[in-house]
């Protein structure tokens, strides 16, 4: 079966370092999405990852590991806008994508 | 530049009513989707559209249907709403040819069924 898994809540502090990590299983992968989701708005996209290793764009960088099923986005230099929802989702073999149910950041300053 | 448009922003339907949700894109997208968004619960594709004239189903299509006449619109219509469609629904579109998939968002409906 297919399934994606992150933690549902997490805290930080304003200009410190969060990393949110995010677990799946499935038979057929073709690339790990995280998306970003301020409340009452759509998701935008932060980060795609189809091989091994990170992807640093600016403040946020994105790791892959496809052999444990393992990712995870990393947030420094926290600012308060970034306080969201953090959605993570892999694409199946059927070029799907499937999502997991978003990890809320709270920022305190 | 619109992007994706959605309408209505939100909509109040009593249960038993049909209503058709709105979607248009002007980015050219081959691909166009619909999900919805429950608390606690990942965005759940209710039907895609890969290509103008073609459709599929997705995780959760019962209650559903869709249409794509032409490359820029996706309605989405519930043929006899009841409480559990009650949600906030996204239609989404991609360049499925070009690599990273990458989806766009539109605004998303907010519906109470009641």
């Known amino acids: 079966g297919q399934n994606i898994d992150q933690p549902t809540e997490m805290t930080a502090t304003e200009g410190a370092i969060v990393q949110i990590n995010c677990t799946y299983q499935?038979?057929?992968?073709?690339?790990l999405f995280w998306y970003q989701q301020h409340a009452g708005e759509a998701p935008t996209f932060l980060s795609y990852?189809?091989l091994d290793g990170l992807e640093e764009k600016g403040r946020f960088s994105s790791f892959l590991s496809r052999s444990k099923g393992y990712s995870y986005l990393l947030l420094k230099e926290l600012q308060m806008k970034d306080s969201a929802s953090y959605l993570c989702?892999?694409?199946?073999?059927?070029?799907?994508?499937?999502w997991g149910a978003g990890t809320k950041l709270i920022i305190k300053p | 530049t619109a992007g994706i448009t959605q309408a209505p922003t939100s909509q109040i339907l009593a249960a038993g009513r049909s209503m058709t949700l709105r979607c248009t894109q002007d980015?050219?997208?081959?691909?166009m989707y619909w999900y919805r968004q429950d608390l606690g619960l990942g965005l759940r594709l209710i039907h895609y559209?890969?290509?103008?004239?073609?459709?599929g189903k997705g995780e959760v299509p019962d209650g559903y249907s869709v249409s794509r006449a032409n490359t820029d619109d996706f309605p989405l219509t519930l043929a006899s709403a009841v409480p559990s469609q009650t949600s906030v629904y996204f239609c989404?579109?991609?360049?499925?040819?070009?690599?990273?998939?990458?989806?766009?968002f539109g605004p998303g409906t907010r519906l109470t069924v009641l």
């Open positions: 989404a579109s991609s360049d499925s040819r070009s690599g990273g998939n990458e989806q766009f």
């Open positions: 980015m050219r997208h081959n691909a």
């Open positions: 559209s890969n290509t103008a004239g073609t459709t």
């Open positions: 499935t038979s057929g992968f073709n690339g």
């Open positions: 990852n189809v």
């Open positions: 989702a892999f694409m199946d073999s059927n070029y799907q994508l499937i």
